[in-house]
C-alpha cells in the first residue's frame, strides 16, 4: 500500500499576530470543540498525528489579515520553514479588475499557487459579476489557481463557472469541499454541470460541515469518482475544522475506507495533490 499523502486543504493558525475575526470576533463559530480547533499546532506535531506518512500540504488562506493577506504568507513563510507546503491567499474575486490587479501584486509569494475567495450562500452571486470572469483569465495569466468554495446545487452559478472554464482554456480551478453538498439530487447536477471541463478539479473534504450520513457520504464520493475520473480528485483534510466531528487520523482512515483498490487511493491521496499544486 502506499503510504505516503499529501493533504490539500489546511488551515495553520496564528491567533496572537493575526486577526481571524470569523474566528475569534463577538460572533465565532458555534462549533462544537473549538478550543481544540483554535489551539496552536506545528506541522510537525500534525504529521505525528497521522498513521500515514504526510509529505506535503496546502494551507488555505484562513483570514490572518484580510486587508494585507501577505502577512498570513509571510508568517507561514517562517512557521512552516521545514515543510514542503504551497499557499492559497486570499483575494476579493469580484473586485474591480484594477484593484485586484494590484492586490495579487502585493500578494505574489514564491509559496503562493492560487487565490480563495468564499461565495457560499447568497454571496455565490459575486460569481456573476461581469469582473470575476476578467479576474480570472488575469489569475490564469499568472499561472495562478482559484479555489471556488459555493454549492454546487446552485446550478445557476454551476453553468457561470463553467462557461468561464470553458472560455478560458489556461484557467484552473478546484471545488473545495466537494461542492458543499446538501441536497444531493441538486448537487448532482450541479457535479454534472461541470465535469466536462477538464480544468476543473475538485476536493474532497469538508463533511464535518455538512448534514450527511456515512452513506450519503459515500454516495457522493462514488458520484464524484463517477463523474471526474480518477485524476481530477483530491482528499483534504480541511484540518483543524474537521475536528468539529473527526481526529486527523480519522479523517485519513475515513477517505482510505472509501477507496476499492490501492490505484485509487493513491491517486486521490497523493499523486493528483502532487501534480495540481506543484510540490
Known sequence: MHNKIIDPHVHFFNLIEGEYTWLQGDTPPPWPHLDQIKAPITANELMQYCSFELTALVHIEA????????????????????????????????????TFTQAIAHLLHPSLVGIRDITEGEDSSRLLNPNTVTNLAYLAKLGLHFEAQFELENTTISKRVADYCAQLPNLRIVINHAGLPKKLNDWKAGVEVLTHNQNVFIKYSGFELLPLSTVQQQTCFDFIVQQFGQSRIMFASNFPVCQIKQSYEAVWQSHFALCKNHTLWRKLSYDNALRFYWL
Open 63 to 98: 483570514g490572518f489579515n484580510n486587508n494585507h493577506p501577505i502577512e498570513e504568507l509571510i508568517w507561514l513563510n517562517k512557521y512552516l520553514a521545514h515543510t514542503q507546503y504551497k499557499a492559497i491567499g486570499y483575494a476579493k474575486i469580484d473586485d474591480c479588475p484594477d
